[in-house]
């Protein structure tokens, strides 16, 4: 059965990544931990498909309230377009010392390759997923014939193969069953995971969501939330409670 191979196969990209990625994954929380110990927040991007990388990272039981999505408003459409990731970026409060994870898994597109060099201006520090097999047989489609891969301050393999789809299907002449949205979430859980654990490590309560869904969730919520609320103000998850 197919959807018996492509979960064997999910598996094993994760056993890679925690096999091959997890130094890069903890550097990753590491300079996370410490922006967020200076006040900061974390932002997240991804063009397109990715963009469900991003999300991941925000609003979600498990997961850091200050954390900033930064979303594509052309969802995808303009991802090759040479200075467009500027004009999305400008819309959010981005600030030195801070970490901006962007999602790509080809990384070879104009609007990941920009916001990684607008970032890095600001002042930021760029962790980049991107599927190394994947970005090394493809050419760059960026003017200045740079991957995100050579940019980004960090990368987190997502071990995916080139295509992204993994399985073979029986008269098609492609792939089915895509890897890297599985891998990315794995990645950005682990991170938030270990940010959590470095922050307690440091005396801090980790400012974490819990499901509104439980009793005292909302309220829960409510408390870190409006730690946040001057930054976070546009991408702030509702707060039920009163």
């Not at 990209?13 to 990753?28: F, G, H, N, S, Y």
């Not at 498909?49 to 979600?60: D, L, M, T």
């Not at 408003?73 to 970026?89: D, I, K, N």
């Not at 654990?197 to 009793?215: H, K």
């Amino acid at each position: 059965m197919l959807a018996n191979d492509y979960l064997t196969n999910a598996q094993g990209v994760l056993r890679k990544i925690q096999e091959t990625q997890m130094e890069a994954i903890l550097t990753a929380a590491d300079w996370i931990t410490e922006s967020l110990l200076g006040g900061g927040v974390f932002h997240a991007f991804g063009s397109g498909h990715s963009y469900i990388i991003a999300a991941e990272a925000h609003g979600r039981a498990g997961g850091l309230v200050p954390v900033q999505p930064i979303y594509d408003p052309a969802e995808g459409q303009a991802e090759r377009l040479e200075g467009y990731a500027a004009t999305v970026l400008n819309r959010y409060d981005v600030r030195p010392g801070e970490v901006l994870l962007i999602a790509s898994n080809s990384g070879i597109n104009a609007v990941p390759i920009e916001m990684a060099l607008e970032a890095q201006k600001r002042g930021l520090k760029v962790v980049a997923i991107t599927s190394m097999a994947h970005t090394r047989a493809a050419t760059p489609r960026h003017s200045s014939g740079k991957k995100l891969y050579e940019i980004a301050d960090l990368v987190i393999d997502n071990c995916g193969i080139v295509g992204d789809a993994a399985i073979e299907i029986p008269g098609f002449p492609g792939r089915a069953g895509a890897t890297s949205s599985i891998a990315g979430a794995a990645i950005v859980n682990a991170i938030t995971v270990q940010v959590a654990e470095n922050l307690s490590a440091r005396g801090v309560t980790p400012p974490i969501l819990i499901s509104a869904n439980i009793e005292g969730g909302d309220e829960h919520n409510a408390r870190i939330q409006a730690q946040y609320l001057d930054r976070l103000k546009r991408t702030m998850i509702p707060v039920y409670a009163k």
